[in-house]
T-cell receptor, first 111, second 115 residues
Framework: QQQVKQSPQSLIVQKGGIPIINCAYE??????FPWYQQFPGKGPALLIA?????SEKKEGRFTISFNKSAKQFSLHIMDSQPGDSATYFC??????????FGAGTTVTVRA | DTGVSQDPRHKITKRGQNVTFRCDPI?????LYWYRQTLGQGPEFLTY????????KSRLLSDRFSAERPKGSFSTLEIQRTEQGDSAMYLC?????????????FGNGTRLTVT
């Protein structure tokens, strides 16, 4: 069964818009929450990650918000660009090696 | 850092045949992982090595699947008697062990099509 639920399945925004992707989990033992970006024909690449002791983390135009009590976390892409068009995966881990991935969100940024 | 290399990029095989994939991790990484990704889904964990030791296997890894990392460097994933349900992208990743939540670096995968 999928341990991390991700939504929406896809979204389209205009250049400069802020796509928001949401993920929810049940297992409170998860303590590491990375986001991966995947382009067609490529493997996933780590974008940004957060631990549950932090409620927000920013790296460049990417921000993770984390709500421990609600067991939810989200990715915001500020000032989105056409080059950000990709599939984004949230993931969670309770150990040092095994990631449980969400089903992915395909983001399209229109110029 | 030359990245994780996987070979072949694509493999088409007939049902019942055996296939083998190779993964070369980033040279200083002692951990190596295999994941499987089907269309429209996120990657699913298959197995993991620390150096040459295979430390965990997912229930997804049936007895037709075997993975090895003989000298703690490259790894192979073999699928025997392939089935159409084995069609997927097989992703290899590596990371530096000994550091909590060391990022996984993925290769570009081997896409398997079983006809």
């Amino acid at each position: 069964q999928q341990q991390v639920k991700q939504s929406p399945q896809s979204l389209i925004v205009q250049k400069g818009g802020i796509p928001i992707i949401n993920c929810a989990y049940e297992n409170t033992a998860f303590d590491y929450f990375p986001w991966y970006q995947q382009f067609p024909g490529k493997g996933p690449a780590l974008l940004i990650a957060i631990r549950p002791d932090v409620s927000e983390k920013k790296e460049g135009r990417f921000t993770i918000s984390f709500n421990k009590s609600a067991k939810q976390f989200s990715l915001h892409i500020m000032d989105s660009q056409p080059g950000d068009s990709a599939t984004y995966f949230c993931a969670a881990s309770m150990d040092d090696y095994k990631l449980s991935f969400g089903a992915g969100t395909t983001v399209t940024v229109r110029a | 850092d030359t990245g994780v290399s996987q070979d072949p990029r694509h493999k088409i095989t007939k049902r019942g045949q055996n296939v083998t994939f190779r993964c070369d991790p980033i040279s200083e990484h002692n951990r190596l992982y295999w994941y499987r990704q089907t269309l429209g889904q996120g990657p699913e964990f298959l197995t993991y090595f620390q150096n040459e030791a295979q430390l965990e296997k997912s229930r997804l890894l049936s007895d037709r699947f075997s993975a090895e990392r003989p000298k703690g460097s490259f790894s192979t994933l073999e699928i025997q008697r392939t089935e159409q349900g084995d069609s997927a992208m097989y992703l290899c990743a590596s990371s530096r062990g000994g550091t909590r939540n060391s990022p996984l670096h993925f290769g570009n995968g081997t896409r398997l099509t079983v006809t």
